[in-house]
């Protein structure tokens, strides 16, 4: 409490004072340029090329180079690259690829998998904007299942390897596909329920049912238990 | 534990007891106070934690050892290096595997940027909370640029994960360095124009100079850590006193509150703390570029990693204060315990106690100056 009118009329003084110094550093502000820019239609070129090159964007398979070896898929902490390799029918020593399921919607980008990549075939790209109304369709699917792609030979004296434009596979999916496209479709057909009809089995039923159906593939590359409620335990097929 | 059983409630006085969050802007976060109330008196705030908490430790239980790095991001994200390099040093300390130089100075670099990045957050919400605008914006104009900076480095905003086991990630990228120092020349400038805008302004100084008070032997009772501790005047911090990485060959001075407006230990104190820190911060990171050597960025690690069984404990100087990491192995590939010591939980123990005899509006001004944030009081 001020004792005097000195001290009262001093404290009104100092508070004007350090007052007029902060407004004088906001005001000298409002000449400047503004350090915001608009998204997305007043950057100077699209955002993804203004991103630096290691960014660490959506996961990108090149197919032709992939040497099927698993190693990204076991260095996932969460688990959400999914690799099924098979024999081919017709030549017993080449191994296909039959699916290589990335789910976009749980990776959280660390980019653990892109290390042991000894091709660098699994890559972060500088795309980020990928919107979906589904969140299934957020499951990229690097390998067509009714057609597998056979896993690359490393030459050991090769000096790189003939990738793809890095960037371009993932940028060409985004664009083609709609945003809003309907989500996919459950493999196999959800079975026939217990008799035992619970309130809500989708929840509870998601670890069990893989193995009581042999059909399906195995581990379900994207239980997808909690937006899905009325498919448990199945493969979403995103053709 | 009685002591978290709330009284009953005179009805004849103006007694309350009040939710304050868990929505409430300036609890930074998702954290909830019990708040009796006797007018705008309190009597005392219950700080009701457990909102956010995600399981973090059960989790690094679970995935193996390199596959946990990225959580410790989500144990304090807004300064997530430091995350990063306790749960590294620990694990390193299990394999006892030996860091090379190199990797040791980028991970200093990391961190001081990271440190300014989450002090120009904490102060620059303090100052929102007491309410002013404008500063809040100036810090986080700046932070933006560090942000920029660690993207180009690292390849993320927030969630880091460059620190791996036995070294960093990748190297500086071209041109990086000199991007550095351009950053830095402005910040230190930076530094004294936001003094001037808010530090020592009349009114901003009156709402903190002698607010909750937490003096030096208490503050060590209830186990403070980092800023906190230091704004109280005791002068102990992890990166001086007990040397880890490449900390020792660097010249730093550790500020400590002197109570610079008012006591020793109140929220002024705490609030410039953090302040200087940042300047030494700067100071940290010129060094650390000029006197970056040569060599490997990470040391040889297996790619299957299986420590033999035993325990280590790693601790950093985080932004928030002391971190300790506890990794117990039983000789697989996955950790059998990992703990996480975190200085915004016991920052939160302390509220109750300073709290009584607070105003509401100074209740605001002590969590702020604390610089609780919620994910790291839960994990």
Redesign the interface.
């Known amino acids: 409490m001020p004792q005097s009118v000195r001290e009262y009329t001093g404290?009104i003084r100092?508070?004007v004072?350090?007052?007029w110094?902060?407004l004088s550093?906001?005001l000298s502000y409002l000449a400047r340029r503004p350090?915001t820019v608009q998204y997305p239609d007043r950057t100077p070129l699209p955002v993804r090329d203004m991103?630096?090159?290691?960014?660490?964007g959506f996961l990108e398979v090149d197919n032709t180079i992939c040497t099927g070896c698993q190693a990204c898929e076991r260095?996932?902490?969460i688990g959400c690259i999914q690799i099924t390799l098979e024999k081919d029918p017709t030549n017993p020593k080449q191994r296909l690829v039959a699916q290589f399921d990335i789910d976009e919607s749980r990776c959280?980008?660390?980019?653990?998998c892109v290390?042991?990549c000894p091709t660098g075939a699994i890559q972060?790209t500088r795309e980020f904007e990928g919107t979906h109304r589904y969140i299934r369709n957020l499951v990229f699917r690097w390998a067509d299942p009714m057609n597998p792609f056979p896993v690359y030979k490393v030459d050991k004296t090769a000096e790189y390897f003939p990738r793809a434009p890095l960037g371009s596979l993932v940028r060409q999916r985004l664009e083609t596909l709609a945003w809003d496209r309907p989500a996919p479709e459950f493999l196999p057909p959800e079975p026939p329920k217990p008799a035992a009809a619970k309130p809500a089995p989708a929840l509870k039923a998601a670890p069990a049912p893989t193995a009581a159906a042999p059909a399906a593939k195995p581990a379900a590359a994207a239980p997808a238990a909690a937006e899905a409620p009325k498919a448990p335990a199945a493969n979403p097929e995103s053709k | 534990m009685d002591k978290l059983i709330l009284r009953r409630v005179d009805q004849s006085n103006e007694e309350m007891i009040l939710n304050f969050g868990p929505q409430h802007p300036s609890t930074h976060g998702v954290i909830n106070f019990l708040v009796e109330t006797d007018g705008e008196v309190l009597k005392r705030a219950i700080p009701d934690v457990g909102y956010l908490h995600r399981s973090i430790e059960k989790i690094g239980e679970i995935?193996?050892y390199?596959?946990?790095?990225?959580?410790t991001d989500r144990v304090d994200y807004v300064a997530a290096m430091f995350a990063n390099e306790g749960y590294a040093m620990a694990v390193e300390r299990l394999l006892k595997l030996e860091v090379p130089a190199r990797a040791q100075w980028l991970r200093v670099i990391a961190n001081e940027f990271c440190r300014i990045a989450s002090h120009l957050v904490g102060v620059g919400t303090m100052t929102m909370d007491i309410g002013?605008f404008?500063p809040f914006l100036h810090g986080v104009?700046e932070r933006?640029v560090i942000n920029?900076l660690i993207?180009?480095?690292?390849?993320?905003r927030m969630?880091y994960?460059y620190h791996r086991i036995g070294g960093v990630?990748?190297d500086l990228?071209e041109g990086w360095r000199d991007k550095a120092l351009a950053f830095l020349d402005h910040f230190d400038k930076f530094l004294g124009?936001f003094d001037?805008?808010?530090s020592?302004?009349?009114?901003f100084v009156k709402r903190l100079a002698n607010v909750a008070v937490i003096p030096g032997p208490m503050a060590v009772n209830y186990g403070l850590v980092g800023p906190n501790l230091r704004g109280s005047g005791v002068d102990w911090d992890v990166r001086r006193d007990m040397p880890y990485g490449a900390y020792p060959n660097f010249k730093f001075d550790v500020p400590i509150g002197k109570g610079f407006f008012g006591t020793t230990g109140d929220c002024f104190d705490r609030y410039y703390v953090r302040c200087l820190e940042m300047a030494q911060s700067s100071r940290i990171i010129r060094q650390a570029l000029e006197t970056l050597p040569e060599g490997e960025i990470s040391a040889k690690v297996p790619?299957n990693i299986k420590p033999e069984a035993g325990e280590a404990l790693a601790r950093v100087e985080s932004a928030r204060g002391e971190m300790a990491y506890y990794v117990v192995s039983d000789g697989t590939n996955k950790a059998y315990r990992v703990r996480v010591r975190t200085g915004s939980f016991s920052a939160m123990c302390i509220i109750e106690d300073v709290s009584r005899g607070l105003m509401v509006a100074d209740l605001v001004a002590l969590i702020s100056s604390l610089d609780v944030i919620a994910p790291e009081i839960d994990r």
């Open positions: 404290a100092d508070t004072k350090s007052f110094h902060g550093i906001t350090t991103l630096p090159p290691r960014y660490r260095a996932c902490p959280m980008f660390c980019g653990l290390e042991p972060h | 995935v193996g390199p596959g946990f790095m990225p959580y002013a404008t104009r933006e920029d993207e180009a480095l690292c390849g993320a969630t994960n990630a990748f990228p124009e001037r805008l808010i020592f302004n009349e009114i790619r």
